[in-house]
C-alpha cells in the first residue's frame, strides 16, 4: 500500500500561483508513477500532469501546459506541482495519485490522496 496526503490548497486571486504538495509513505518502491488529477463540481475528474518516478519524463493537460510544473523529491517521496497564471476555471479538489505499473500516465493510478481545494476567483 501507498498513503498519499496532498496540501498547499487554498484560495488566489486570478493571475496568481499555489504549490500543491503530495507526501507518500508506505511501498513507495512500488511506484511507476505519479500524478495530479481535478474535479470541479458537476464535472468527471480530469487529468491534470504526471512525472514518472525515476524518470524525466513529464506529460500535461493541454489546458495546464505552459502554467502548471510537476516535479518531485525523490530523497522526500514528495510530488509537487507549482500552478502559476492560475485562472477561475481550475478551480477544483486536486487529488495526486500513484501508479504500479508502466504504461500511459492518463490512466490505471492504483493510490489516491484525499484531495485538496483550490479556488480561483475572478
Known amino acids: 500500500q501507498v498513503q498519499l496526503v496532498e496540501s498547499g490548497g487554498g484560495l488566489v486571486q486570478a493571475g496568481g500561483s499555489l504549490r500543491l504538495s503530495c507526501a507518500a509513505s508506505?511501498?513507495?518502491?512500488?511506484?511507476?508513477?505519479m500524478g495530479w488529477f481535478r474535479q470541479a463540481p458537476g464535472k468527471e475528474r480530469e487529468f491534470v500532469a504526471a512525472?514518472?518516478?525515476?524518470?524525466?519524463?513529464?506529460h500535461y493537460a493541454d489546458s495546464v501546459k505552459g502554467r502548471f510544473t510537476i516535479s518531485r523529491d525523490n530523497a522526500k517521496n514528495t510530488l509537487f506541482l507549482q500552478m502559476d497564471s492560475l485562472k477561475p476555471e481550475d478551480t477544483a479538489v486536486y487529488y495526486c495519485?500513484?501508479?504500479?505499473?508502466?504504461?500511459?500516465?492518463?490512466?490505471?493510478?492504483?493510490?489516491w490522496g484525499q484531495g485538496t481545494q483550490v479556488t480561483v476567483s475572478s
Open positions: 495519485a500513484a501508479k504500479r505499473s508502466a504504461g500511459s500516465l492518463l490512466r490505471d493510478y492504483d493510490y
Open positions: 508506505g511501498r513507495t518502491f512500488s511506484r511507476f508513477a
Open positions: 512525472i514518472v518516478w525515476f524518470l524525466p519524463n513529464t
